[in-house]
């Protein structure tokens, strides 16, 4: 048995084939125990740092690239270990299994319903002397949720080490090259700046706010955010604070063929989420 960690609840909509997402909320199906995990849990008694989820990210290739040529893959990517000081090496938890789950759908409008037909799971040894985990990919298939037991398990090479010194160059990212039955991956995995931006102090300003004064106008610069301005877009607030701004997070990023996403069919919509696993045994300890 495994417990398992979902990201945040959040599970993305993805059109493989078209250019429009969304974000819905997820039902995760899993005969386990499972906890939800937020952008920073911190590190407690019951769950180390690494097993923290913060945000999933989905996206056709060419949407990031601007090459239409690239409109073949898909890339997921995974960030834990939040708050991750610069320049200081965090390792992915060696007990841990760091999967994302995918679920195909004929259409977009087709309702969420937690299902997996596929998974990528990511598992990490201990670290060497240079700083990096050998990365094993399993890639299971499902039929109605459940596992049919036709799995590749798969070398994914090595993570990228932290830049170790101030002043020192940040090291080549390690892309590791994964040869499938179904095509290639490309897998990276290693310290990232946090691309999450979150203003926590006008969010608790406002908040107050509401509380005392209820409802306002949908005009958001009605809003005091304590430092002289209305709570606007960040893009236009000169003034709005990045609370993750100067940390990193341990990120999984992979590129999927989509061809091996649909799995032989003719669906090219996909629902996809995270989780962190650990086994009943070792989350006892946790």
């Not at 994302?100 to 990511?122: H, K, L, N």
């Not at 290693?190 to 005392?212: C, H, I, K, Q």
Request: with cysteine.
């Amino acid at each position: 048995m495994f417990r398992s960690f979902l990201g945040g609840s959040k599970l993305a909509k993805l059109a493989g084939l078209a250019l429009t997402a969304g974000v819905c909320v997820a039902a995760f199906h899993t005969s386990a125990p499972v906890k939800a995990s937020d952008h920073d849990d911190g590190e407690t008694n019951i769950k180390a740092r690494n097993l923290n989820l913060t945000d999933l990210y989905v996206f056709r290739e060419d949407w990031q690239t601007g090459n239409a040529a690239d409109n073949t893959n898909m890339v997921f990517i995974m960030n834990t270990n939040p708050r991750s000081l610069p320049r200081q090496q965090y390792f992915f938890n060696t007990n841990a299994v760091y999967s994302f789950f995918v679920s195909r759908r004929a259409t977009q409008d087709d309702p969420v319903t937690g299902v997996p037909d596929m998974a990528f799971d990511f598992n990490f040894g201990a670290p060497g002397t240079g700083g990096q985990q050998a990365i094993t990919l399993n890639i299971r298939r499902f039929t109605n949720g459940q596992d049919t037991g036709n799995k590749e398990t798969l070398s994914a090479g090595l993570s990228t080490p932290a830049a170790p010194l101030i002043g020192s160059p940040n090291p080549t990212p390690v892309n590791n090259t994964v040869t499938t039955a179904n095509g290639n991956l490309t897998v990276f995995a290693g310290l990232r700046e946090d691309p999450f931006f979150f203003d926590v102090d006008s969010y608790f300003r406002t908040r107050a706010f509401l509380a005392t004064n209820g409802q306002v106008t949908p005009d958001r610069s009605a809003i005091p955010d304590g430092r002289g301005n209305g709570l606007l877009p960040a893009a236009t607030d000169a003034n709005a604070i990045d609370f993750a701004k100067g940390y990193n997070v341990n990120a999984i990023a992979v590129r999927i063929p989509i061809a091996l996403l649909k799995g032989g069919t003719a669906n090219g919509v996909f629902d996809v989420w995270e989780t962190i696993a650990v086994p009943d045994a070792f989350a006892a300890l946790q």
